[in-house]
């Protein structure tokens, strides 16, 4: 149980982060959640609410400086700690590198690597001195695979494991722990628009037979965010049926 953990979850608005934050209220944490979307964050803090838990929505921009301050600072105005940070949100635009337009590398590298950056360095002062804390980076496995038509996204997943390990390196004789989870294919908006045929071929690399559901991810969350994780930093958890080992 998560009872008294005040959990961040960013790209809380649908998805993965979506499933990420009702499973963490589940377990009792209070989970503040982020994005763009005001909306989808204010029916996902009243579902939250519906069961019980506590939530509160700050809508925000990753990327940008000030609104990942503003998060983390809005967090600690309320609950007065962080216990654990998902970096979650993310974004593709995906591209064959000599058609990639520069604008989709930036978009991309500063969602998803200058993101989790500016929300890990504003919540690490604060874990660190209350001498505890679990960062949570959420990766791919095509970070550590690479994937054709998807050299932005890939460095920018590749680069989250390496931001991961230093903080880790970093962080650790303060008793706060950084691990990185690389997802394979997960059912989501992200995988939703592929055809019948790139489903097909995609199953078949996966020795387990089947796409991943966002509560597989949920799962590997809930146990490096638990007191059972707490010998476990600097790791790279695969939650992809088997293809990538
Ligand atoms: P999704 O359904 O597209 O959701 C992405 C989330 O990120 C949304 O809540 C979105 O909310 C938020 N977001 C995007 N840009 C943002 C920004 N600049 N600031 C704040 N929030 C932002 O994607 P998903 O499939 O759930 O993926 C979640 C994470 O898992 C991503 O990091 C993704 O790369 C990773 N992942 C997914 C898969 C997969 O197969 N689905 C596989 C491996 C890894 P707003 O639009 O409201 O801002």
Redesign the pocket.
């Known amino acids: 149980m998560l009872s008294d953990k005040v959990a961040i979850v960013?790209?809380?608005?649908?998805?993965?982060?979506?499933v990420l934050a009702l499973a963490l209220a589940g377990q009792g944490a209070k989970v503040v959640v982020?994005?763009?979307?005001a909306e989808?964050l204010e029916t996902l803090t009243a579902e939250i609410k519906a069961q019980g838990g506590d939530a509160l929505a700050v809508v925000?921009?990753?990327?940008l400086d000030a609104d990942a301050n503003n998060l983390i600072g809005q967090a600690i105005a309320i609950y007065g700690k962080i216990d654990i940070l998902v970096n979650?949100?993310?974004?593709?635009r995906d591209g064959l590198l000599l058609r990639m337009k520069s604008d989709d590398w930036y978009a991309v590298l500063d969602?998803?690597l200058k993101?989790a950056f500016l929300c890990t360095r504003a919540v690490a002062k604060f874990m660190s001195k209350q001498r505890s804390g679990r960062i949570i980076n959420?990766?791919?496995?095509v970070g550590e695979m690479g994937n054709a038509g998807q050299a932005n996204?890939c460095a920018s997943?590749a680069g989250l494991i390496g931001l991961t390990k230093s903080v880790a390196r970093e962080l650790a004789r303060r008793n706060v722990t950084a691990n990185v989870i690389?997802?394979?294919?997960?059912v989501?908006?992200?995988?939703e628009n592929m055809t019948d045929k790139a489903r097909e071929a995609m199953t078949e690399q996966i020795p387990l037979g089947r796409l991943?559901e966002?509560e597989d991810v949920a799962n590997a969350v809930l146990f490096l965010a638990s007191d059972q994780s707490s010998y476990i930093t600097g790791q790279v958890l695969g939650v992809n049926g088997g293809m990538y080992m």
């Not at 960013?10 to 979506?18: K, L, V």
């Not at 979650?88 to 593709?92: C, K, P, Q, V």
């Not at 959420?138 to 496995?141: A, D, H, I, L, R």
């Open positions: 960013t790209g809380a608005s649908r998805g993965i982060g979506r982020s994005a763009r979307n989808a925000g921009d990753v990327a979650n949100a993310g974004i593709t969602t998803n993101g959420m990766s791919s496995v996204y997943k690389t997802p394979g294919f997960i989501t908006d992200m995988t991943g966002p």
